[in-house]
Structures are given as C-alpha cells and as structure tokens.
C-alpha cells in the first residue's frame, strides 16, 4: 500500500511545547499535518491507544484522539478507536467494563466522532495467532483485527512503566494487541516478592488478586501462590506501604524481549499501512494501568511522529533522557528493549 522506503522509517518529527498549559491541541494539530498519511479515501483505519484504567489520573484526555479522529476524517479516511481486554481486575477485564471505563474518562462516540471499540470482542475470544518464529514465541495471540482494518495509527503514552521501565509505542503494539492469554504469557516472568517489615496486613493485595493467588498465612502476612499466580504484577501496583516488589522467576531481560517478540510479529502485519505517534505529556513512573496518581517524572515535551515503533521509543528516550526511567526503575533493563529489537531485525 504505501513504499518502505528507508529514509521515511527512520523519520522522526517533533513538535515541542513551550512553557503551556495542555491540553496541547494546536501541537498536535501541526504535528498530523506534517505526518505523512498512509491511507487512501475510504480506508477504515484504527486508532490504538489506552483509555485509562477506572481511577487513573494520568490518562490522556480524549481531546487528542478526537484530532487524530478528524485528521483523518479529513483525510476521507474512516477512523475508529481500539483498545484490548486485560489481565487484572478493575475498569478494563471485561469488554463491557473497559468501553464504561472508556465513557467514564471521555472517549465517547458522540465527542470523538468516531466508534470506540475492543479488538480482541465483547468475549475476549475475538484472537489471532501470528507467526513469530523468535527465541520464546513461535506464534504470538493477538486481537484479530488486521483483515479488517485498512491501517493504524498508533497512539501511545510515552512514560514509565513497572515491570518494562518505560511504555510507549513497542508496548503499546506489545500487551496492547495482546489477546489475554498472550498478556499472560508475556507476565509468566513476574512474581511479587513481601517485604514483611513494610507490610501493614491492610489486605488491598488479596482483595485486588484477580486469580486468589494472594491469600493470608497463619501469620497474618500474605502470601502468593506461585502456581496459581499469572504475574499481573496487580498486587504489586496496588499495594499502599510499597511492601511487595518483583521477583522475576527468570531473568529480567527475558520479559523486555517477550514485550519486543509480540511487538515485532504485530508490526510485520501492519508496517507500511500505520503511522506512530508519541504523546511526551504526564511522563509518570507508572503506565495509565494502576488507579490513582503516579508521580510526574519529567516535564511535558510535546509529541513525537514517526514510521517505526522502535525509532520513536529510541528518540522519545532520547529526549527525556535515560537517566528519567533509571532512577525511576533502577532494576529494570529496559534498554534491552532497543538490544534485542536489533537482535531479531525488528
Ligand atoms: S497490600 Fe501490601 S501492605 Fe497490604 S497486605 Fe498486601 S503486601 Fe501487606
Ligand atoms: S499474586 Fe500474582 S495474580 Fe495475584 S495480583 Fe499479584 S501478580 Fe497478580
């Protein structure tokens, strides 16, 4: 559909903000009207991005989604918005939850101007496998949503994240495609480890446990079942005394190269038709997962554009800077993320 032409893949644009209060419309205005659309008049193209879980704060508001709505109504192009199921308890584990979440934060129909929708069904059973062929994924599952969608324009966050240091578009292709079954695999990793001396017994891991993995001993502490565990890493986000961290039941590079596998095989379906955008607003230590509000790690920079998931991670890094998710994840090897990407020619 459109050429793969090596100077437009390693394109980047920028469009900066300036000493304002979001939010930032006219940026991101300029920003599309530079960008160029691979998409033909009639195309249905699907936005992805994250709507927040019920609680967050952080969240980009829906004014941005509604530019990009009209950029490419404009475009005579068909937008639409998606997002998936997930692991964890909350506003977004069952379809119907995640489109009221959706309503709650904004991002209706009648204010975007297009349908907001969940790729993988109503069901969650709406999946594909993808060919792999990678070091720990031969296929990976995901939303069956190519066949149907003409191209994409992935929106993403770009901020910290728990367990892969930062998040933006290679995550945003990673678990946001992923069918939950694939959210799990990538999870399998991740254990939450007590710090008995920090736990207050206040019981918010067990009650958030999606699975009945926590659970309280006879000793009044909690303790999680690693058998029955899925690694939603929920308990550890939710916990208010900072009393459980990661344990990784392997090494902790091996979740960054699953996150970049299942990015890489969404992306061979979707190169050539997909346009990437970068939102450098509300960079917080954690993703738009966890309820509540996560500390601003860095200031508003503006928002990036590109033709390549992994290009506009290395330059949104870039910009606010390594040392931002290094002390802010200081266990996490994100950078693996860049290392392996190389590796598999992603
Ligand atoms: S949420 Fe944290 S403080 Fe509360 S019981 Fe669980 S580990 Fe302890
Ligand atoms: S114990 Fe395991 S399944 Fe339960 S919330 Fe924690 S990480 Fe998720």
């Given at each position: ?50 709507w927040?879980?019920r ?30 199921t ?29 349908p ?51 998040g ?66 929920q ?24 996150l ?55 330059e ?31």
């Amino acid at each position: 559909m459109w050429k793969k032409e090596e100077s437009i893949m390693n394109e980047i644009l920028f469009e900066e903000i300036q000493g304002m209060q979001g939010p930032y419309r006219s940026e991101l205005r300029r920003l599309l009207k530079k960008l160029v659309m691979p998409f033909h008049r009639g195309d249905r193209v699907g936005i992805k991005l994250h709507w927040g879980e019920r609680g967050n704060k952080s969240f980009l508001p829906p004014d941005y989604a509604r530019e990009i709505a009209q950029w490419l109504q404009e475009g005579g192009v068909r937008p639409f918005l998606f997002d998936t199921t997930v692991l964890y308890s909350g506003g977004r584990r069952k379809a119907e939850d995640s489109l009221q979440t959706a309503v709650e934060h904004g991002y209706t129909e009648s204010f975007l101007g297009c349908p907001v929708t969940i790729a993988d069904g109503m069901g969650g059973r709406c999946v594909i496998d993808l060919p792999a062929g990678y070091r720990h994924f031969a296929h990976v599952q995901v939303a069956d949503i190519f066949d149907q969608t003409d191209g994409f324009v992935i929106f993403s966050h770009f901020k910290g994240h728990m367990e892969a240091g930062f998040g933006g578009a290679i995550k945003n292709l990673s678990m946001g495609f992923a069918s939950r079954a694939q959210k799990q695999r990538m999870h399998a990793d991740v254990r939450p480890l007590l710090m008995p001396e920090k736990c207050t017994k206040c019981g918010t891991c067990v009650e958030v446990c999606p699975t009945g993995a926590a659970q309280f001993g006879d000793d009044g502490l909690p303790f999680y079942d690693h058998e029955v565990c899925i690694g939603c890493a929920q308990c550890i986000g939710f916990c208010p005394a900072l009393a459980l961290k990661i344990h990784w039941e392997t090494d902790a590079a091996v979740f960054q190269e699953k996150l970049v596998e299942t990015a890489a095989a969404v992306w061979r379906q979707i190169e050539g038709r997909s346009v990437l955008i970068n939102a450098l607003l509300n960079i917080t230590t954690e993703c738009d997962c966890w309820p509540g509000e996560n500390p601003v790690i860095h200031a508003d920079r503006g928002f990036m554009g590109a033709y390549h998931p992994v290009r506009i991670d290395e330059e949104s890094i870039r910009i606010v800077g390594e040392n931002t998710f290094n002390q802010a994840h200081p266990d996490i090897p994100w950078s693996r993320q860049f290392s392996y990407a190389g590796e598999i020619g992603f």
